[in-house]
């Protein structure tokens, strides 16, 4: 293997995804000296680079309806501080990227700042940020966080895949922007979304949270992986036998799709949508129309059949919880991001879409690498301090090595968090059957699995998978009730004893704990 790296930075982000670019422009905008770290080529990983992602886009005269709705639909969950901050801070920033990104125009000749066209975005977030002096390292997934001996992270360490070397950054200050896990669905823009950002997390000593709102699922055209999905609040479905099935609008149409299709195929006809959405669908989610011209079906005439596609905590919820308004996570020096954090304050139990979701990543985003870069340059970098790495499953097994069949693990976290039947329409002792099959499967990866070179990186991946799946069955088991998307046949109604977010985490044994005292006693 080749001569590693080694680097020092003021604040180390791992990701560069949407909320990894906000991040580091934010903590060079500070001061900082800034490294990103990303597994694929910053600009071009992610899923907003393949998206139309709108924002939670409100004037200031709208703000606190837009607020009450969003708090009422959160179920209990929400914050509207929180809300209120993400909507102050995506009006003021989506202004500050003309001259990186040509904004199309409404129809009063005005900027349209709420939606964007993914691909250009991200290329004016790397621009961006390379004109703040950031340095990008493209293909270099970071494998584990680096620790002081009083607790504090102390950077991070990973492998570039160009020539398979090793790499070491230190770091006063460390943002995960790793994104959502979507638990090897297969997904549009997915492919570098394993949780490697929450497991790194817990390792290091964070813990997570609303991991049992971890199962939204998205309708696409039957045999792609694109996953858009606006222009489906307007369809309208059919069997087999185009009968149209009575299945209303809305949030909670999931699990009516997944019941027609465990009976049988499932149709839709998209006939019902407006001309303006129409017009513009090309520009602001071009990847939406391309599979349906190469098939030569006219999406908003033809017939079309259909699947779902799980997304996990993409456009779930769960991720490493934030403990305060800069996005630190209980570790002193991590901060947390994007879909790699959790998004109960501003969605609640219910999914943030694309909207909430991208606003919040912006936001977090920024709160987190300003937040880090404060921190780093407040205390200084402690490079020549001993740094003890904190990676385990993977990389240091603690039983004798031997080979793990990697694809089967990956195989049992799409059996047991993809299926409909096992993931939509939840009951406890089907539950705890997954459970029990994950912890079989990470048993197996902690005691013997570890890898070299790339072999690493894709041990941790099947190690981070499995970890994401098992802190989500151990949450949705012990959430007794139906809570936004999160639905139990065995216990269908909702419990207001447990209006509480739930914390997650633990990597041999998985714990789980209501914040709320009264909700932890109901279930305890």
Not at 110 to 132: C, H, I, K, S, T
Not at 172 to 200: E, K, Y
Not at 225 to 251: H, K, T, V
Not at 285 to 298: A, K, M, S, T
């Amino acid at each position: 293997m080749s001569l590693g790296l080694t680097l020092a930075a003021d604040v180390l982000v791992v990701g560069g995804g949407l909320a990894g670019t906000w991040a580091a422009i934010a903590a060079a905008r500070e001061g900082a000296r800034v490294v990103l770290a990303d597994k694929g080529h910053c600009g071009t990983s992610g899923v907003t680079a393949t998206a139309g992602p709108g924002h939670w886009w409100v004037p200031p005269e709208g703000r606190e309806a837009a607020v009450a709705d969003r708090l009422k639909r959160s179920l209990g969950l929400g914050d509207p501080d929180w809300m209120r901050r993400i909507l102050d801070l995506t009006w003021t920033s989506l202004p500050t990227l003309h001259g990186y990104y040509d904004f199309s125009t409404d129809d009063q000749g005005q900027p349209f700042y709420r939606g964007l066209r993914g691909p250009e975005y991200m290329l004016a977030m790397r621009n961006l940020a390379v004109d703040q002096g950031v340095r990008i390292l493209d293909h270099h997934p970071a494998l584990e966080l680096l620790r002081h001996g009083d607790g504090s992270v102390a950077g991070a360490a990973g492998l570039a895949l160009r020539g398979e070397r090793p790499w070491t950054i230190r770091a006063g200050a460390v943002v995960l922007a790793t994104g959502g896990c979507a638990f090897a669905s297969r997904l549009l823009g997915s492919a570098t979304n394993t949780g490697d950002g929450l497991l790194m997390g817990v390792e290091a000593g964070a813990d997570l949270s609303g991991m049992e709102f971890s199962n939204y699922y998205t309708p696409a055209l039957a045999g792609t992986n694109m996953a858009r999905s606006m222009a489906y609040s307007f369809a309208r479905w059919f069997d087999a036998d185009d009968r149209e099935l009575d299945i209303p609008p809305g949030p909670d149409v999931t699990p009516h799709l997944a019941r027609a299709l465990m009976a049988g195929p499932l149709y839709c006809r998209l006939d019902r949508v407006p001309e303006d959405i129409r017009r513009v669908m090309p520009q602001v989610q071009p990847n939406f129309v391309l599979p349906f011209d190469r098939q030569g079906i006219d999406a908003y005439r033809d017939r079309f059949a259909v699947t779902l596609h799980a997304e996990g905590t993409v456009r779930g919820i769960g991720g490493l919880r934030v403990v305060d308004e800069a996005c630190r996570t209980k570790v002193p020096g991590l901060f947390a991001a994007g879909d790699a954090a959790s998004r109960e304050l501003v969605t609640g139990a219910i999914s943030g879409g694309g909207a909430v979701n991208s606003s919040w990543a912006l936001s977090s985003g920024q709160w987190a690498g300003a937040g880090a870069a404060r921190l780093a340059l407040g205390q200084g970098l402690r490079a020549d301090d001993l740094a003890v790495a904190t990676g385990r499953a993977g990389l240091r097994p603690h039983r004798a090595e031997r080979p793990v069949d990697l694809r089967a693990a990956v195989q049992t976290v799409r059996d047991e968090l993809n299926a409909y039947d096992l993931n939509i329409f939840r009951r406890g002792p089907v539950l705890a059957r997954s459970a029990e099959r994950l912890d079989a499967v990470w048993s197996e990866l902690a005691a013997h699995g570890r890898g070299e070179g790339r072999a690493a990186v894709r041990v941790r991946e099947a190690a981070a998978l499995v970890a994401a799946g098992r802190w989500s069955k151990a949450s949705a088991l012990a959430r007794r009730e139906s809570r936004g998307m999160h639905h139990r046949e065995d216990a269908p109604g909702l419990d207001p004893r447990l209006a509480s977010r739930q914390r997650a985490g633990g990597l041999e044994r998985v714990w789980t704990a209501f914040e709320s005292p009264a909700a932890q006693a109901e279930v305890a």
